[in-house]
């Protein structure tokens, strides 16, 4: 080959050959240990052993040949031959003297082991599977082998047994387990057939929604991963993980998804991790425009001309809109192939922006075999995510499956231990002491058994386990943190120095930034292998790149504990170091992370500008949760930072920005309190432009309170200067939103001569959502003015343009206009649908004010149409809507008199009369003529 092609196609073809090989290894849990020339060495048991290691272990060489014929056939005109492959397989003996399901077997990368699965691939031909005698006694039940002649190798006083493997049985017969100290799954049998009925009524087309919930340790991952590998072969799985810091990162396990689908490696530039994501993507959406563009902006990879224009075109609800609408998609066409098993892991740990996302997701499994698996701690024990995702979950419960993981039993933990010392009895006390300090935990079980063994109280002797004299001077740690840091505490210092510094690195961190930490000190490699060899930590992927993750989440955060906090300091610099000078091409990419580490490590000024990035990227995305989070940790990082001209100056445009995203989610007070603090720095710096874009965020606050009087106020200050400062925004948006507060209290005439000058400012700016209220509030005067039609019209034209364009939010804003000039012009039934499209959007996203007005609009409309009793239930809906938005509302004037009316149409006129009484009071106080003549 490389005397008939130039050395980019050679590279490129064995490139392409080896991904298809090794993504057989990973597709069957198993580790690509090295590169050998053209050859591969793959390990299966290490780090984490199964019970059927050597079972996968064949399985993935069958998918190696069939991955090759399919490259063969990609590349027939460039080999002129296909290329074929000739694989050794040979199974060692356990690790004598380690417990627990997680064996370390990489001792078998070394030593005799090797060396005959090397002696096997060499001596077969062209397309033979040469396995030992070891694993075909293990695996004959499942597969059908041909036993050849002994043959003689170098290095081997006697003839090796050889058996070359035909094929896997369609009906295996009973497979006798893995020899050595795996233990079975054991007291889980009612969880895991609950998850298999789930997976069968899948496989029937029927989608599920899964929900896998259970303490630290306790056996999730496991659980799935047991119903995966026996039962979920035949699907197509998705997989994407949440961490501890990407509670701030916007939709951060669907990042990590799109990263392991699209195969991006670490080391990639820009513009090879998106040519990468492109590739996959247009396999599942082949000749669509807008699918790379929304889902490279997510990973904010940089976009040419053609694909920002796209995206510009999506600002904020649109884009949020389309990318949910994707990624629906995606689910849908892969699952129009096979069934799809989509699961997410350490969820209690993920970003609100996801968990919405998960929620919109759920309807996918109503019309395709989708199963959506969730894993993470109990509710209530991390976070609040569960209770968001409640009232999705209330929708599918006829296909939601809820699997709580309790600690096992007393006999379960028994079985686990007598599993696990390969069926041997220990001693009645010591075996209640491991019980009584385990709790039921199956990783306390282990990490109690590893700590006896490490210290020697636990012997191996042959087959059997016998305990030492050892054991009436060795206390078994009364915690599993205890556990842990005895483990921690026996490591030589310069290797629990290392596992520190992966620890700050977090559950998951690349070798790469550990060698960019260490600052080119020798020896971290031989470290890394030691914590390998303790199993402290496991290779995760070798590629793209070199990848660790602490065995369990708990190990890291104890290791991570041990830490003083001015320890964690200089190392969370330095990670957030490394991860500048690693990914400097893709730094967008890393903005949520680098923001985490300097805050953490303290770099103040670092903290600062990544979290402000990193706020900007999240309203980028409609996340404003997460923005709000970005915007919380830069206005903390300035406390940090001398009092300074360009200090202040970033207080006032940060507290705006902060309060952009919290209109709708934080008390008006609050935000108002940070304002007034804006305020008076702007005036300390003489900075006029900046003073009055704090003023006019304070007018806003205060009409979206429903304090018109206060907001006019502000808005006339702007407008005194806006002309000087020639900003266009200040020239436009106090007076569209003065002509609102005009509207309220019905000053129609005024209220539309304003809206008439601000329209075309607003359409200048670009500025769709104000645009929008405009437009609304515009058809709404008129109508009032009794040219109904006009308004009709108009709004019409507006919900056109939206749903046209696909954006739900522009989409939702025209319904609720079109709903409110029709409730005026007093077509009630016309205006309830409008109402109930808009809340059908607001229920979906969770925006509390559209929530609010949609619902107050289906219950004037029902009022009018003399349905009391169902628009008492949306007058309730309202008011639970308007519980976190505090204080006044918008239209609040209006709608508590319409409110008295229902009331009083129902019947209960005590109730009407002081609903009544509180209308005229709301109504006075916001100077509203008309809703005052209402009350």
Not at 754 to 760: D, G, M, W
Request: with cysteine; aromatic share 6%; proline share 3%.
């Amino acid at each position: 080959l490389s005397e008939r092609l130039d050395p980019e196609e050679v590279a490129s073809l064995v490139n392409d050959c080896l991904k298809e090989l090794v993504l057989a290894v990973y597709q069957y849990e198993g580790m690509v240990d090295k590169f050998i020339g053209d050859c591969i060495m793959a390990v299966f048991g290490a780090p984490v052993a199964l019970e059927d290691d050597a079972d996968r272990a064949l399985r993935a060489t069958l998918s190696m040949r069939e991955r090759l014929q399919s490259f063969n056939r990609r590349w027939i005109e460039k080999l002129g031959q296909p290329l074929d492959l000739h694989i050794g397989v040979n199974t060692g003996m356990v690790i004598a003297g380690n417990v627990g399901s997680d064996l370390r077997m990489s001792y078998t990368v070394i030593g005799d082991t090797v060396n005959t699965a090397s002696r096997l691939e060499g001596a077969a031909k062209a397309g033979q599977v040469f396995v030992s005698r070891n694993t075909y006694r293990l695996t004959r039940g499942a597969f059908a082998f041909q036993e050849m002649e002994p043959i003689q190798v170098k290095g081997k006083r006697d003839s090796l047994y050889v058996y070359e493997l035909l094929h896997a049985k369609v009906q295996p017969d009973k497979a006798r387990g893995v020899e050595g100290l795996a233990s079975p799954l054991v007291g889980r049998e009612r969880e895991r057939q609950g998850l298999v009925q789930c997976l069968e009524e899948l496989k029937r087309g029927r989608g599920q929604i899964v929900m896998v919930l259970g303490e630290a340790g306790i056996g999730k991952s496991r659980l799935i991963s047991e119903v995966r590998q026996r039962e979920g072969r035949d699907l197509t799985w998705l997989e994407g993980r949440s961490f501890a810091f990407s509670r701030a990162l916007s939709y951060g396990p669907f990042l990590d998804l799109l990263r392991r689908y699209a195969s991006i490696a670490d080391e990639d530039s820009e513009a090879e991790a998106r040519a990468s994501l492109r590739a996959r993507l247009d396999e599942v959406f082949p000749g669509e425009k807008e699918v790379y563009p929304v889902l490279a902006q997510l990973l904010s990879m940089r976009l040419d001309p053609e694909e920002a224009a796209i995206v510009r075109t999506m600002a904020g609800e649109a884009f949020r809109s389309r990318l949910f609408a994707i990624l629906e998609g995606f689910l849908l066409r892969l699952a129009a192939q096979k069934p799809v098993g989509l699961v997410l892991e350490d969820l209690h740990w993920s970003d609100q922006s996801s968990i919405e996302l998960v929620s919109h997701l759920f309807s996918v499994t109503a019309r395709a075999p989708v199963a959506i698996v969730l894993l993470g701690r109990p509710r209530g024990e991390s976070s609040g995510n569960w209770e968001k995702l409640a009232p999705a979950l209330d929708e599918y419960r006829d296909r939601y499956t809820e699997v709580s993981l309790r600690p096992l039993s007393g006999e379960s933990s028994h079985d686990l231990v007598k599993g696990l010392l390969s069926g041997s009895v220990l001693p009645e006390k010591l075996g209640q002491v491991i019980l009584d300090k385990a709790e039921g935990n199956p990783f306390f079980v282990e990490e109690v058994l590893r700590s006896l063994i490490e210290r020697g109280v636990l012997t191996r002797e042959g087959t059997e386990w016998k305990v030492t004299g050892l054991v009436d001077t060795f206390q078994v740690p009364d915690t599993l943190q205890g556990v842990l840091l005895s483990r921690l505490d026996r490591l030589p210092e310069e290797t629990k120095r290392v596992v520190q510094k992966a620890a700050v690195v977090g559950r998951v961190f690349l070798y790469r930034v550990l060698d960019h930490m260490a600052r080119g000190e020798s020896g971290l490699e031989t470290q890394v292998m030691l914590l390998e060899d303790a199993e402290l930590v496991r290779e995760r992927s070798r590629v793209p790149d070199i990848e660790y993750i602490f065995q369990h989440a708990l190990t890291q955060e104890v290791a991570y504990q041990t830490l003083l906090a001015p320890a964690r300091k200089p190392l969370h610099q330095k990670v957030g170091e490394a991860l500048e000078a690693i990914f400097a091409q893709r730094i967008e990419e890393f903005t949520g992370l680098l923001a985490y580490h300097y805050f953490r490590g303290e770099a103040w000024e670092k903290a600062l500008e990544y979290s402000a990035r990193a706020g900007d990227t999240a309203v980028s995305l409609y996340a404003y949760a997460e923005a709000r989070e970005h915007y919380h940790h830069a206005l903390e990082a300035l406390k940090h930072l001398p009092d300074e001209e360009a200090n202040r100056q970033q207080r006032v445009d940060l507290s705006v920005k902060l309060v952009n995203v919290s209109l709708q989610a934080e008390s008006p007070e609050k935000n108002l309190a940070l304002l007034a603090e804006a305020e008076t720095t702007a005036l300390s710096l003489n900075d006029p432009a900046r003073l009055a874009r704090t003023q006019l965020w304070i007018g806003r606050a205060h009409y979206l309170a429903g304090r018109s009087r206060e907001a006019i106020g502000y808005f006339q200050k702007v407008l005194a200067v806006a002309p000087k400062l020639g900003d266009p925004e200040l020239l436009a948006l106090p007076g569209a939103v003065i002509g609102r507060v005009l509207f309220m209290q019905g000053q129609f005439t005024k209220s539309l001569q304003l809206l008439e000058q601000a329209v075309p400012l607003l359409e200048a700016m670009k500025n769709r959502h104000e645009a929008l209220f405009a437009y609304m509030y515009r058809a709404a005067a008129r109508t009032c003015l009794g040219d109904y039609e006009a308004g009709l019209a108009e709004l019409t034209g507006v919900l056109k343009i939206a749903q046209a364009s696909r954006n739900q939010n522009a989409e939702t804003m025209a319904h609720t206009a079109l709903a409110m000039i029709r409730l005026i012009a007093g077509r009630y039934a016309e205006a309830i649908e409008d109402a109930r499209a808009a809340l059908a959007v607001a229920e979906k996203s969770g925006d509390a004010m559209f929530r609010y007005s949609s619902n107050s609009f289906m219950a004037w409309g029902l009022t009018g149409m003399g349905d009391c009793e169902g628009a008492l239930s949306h007058w309730a809906a309202a008011h639970e809507a308007a519980k976190p938005l505090g204080g006044r509302l918008l239209l609040g004037e209006w709608l508590a008199g319409i409110e008295s009316e229902t009331l009083l149409e129902s019947g209960n006129l005590d109730s009407a009369l002081k609903r009544g009484e509180e209308a005229l009071a709301i109504a006075k106080a916001a100077g509203s003529a008309i809703a005052e003549a209402l009350a």
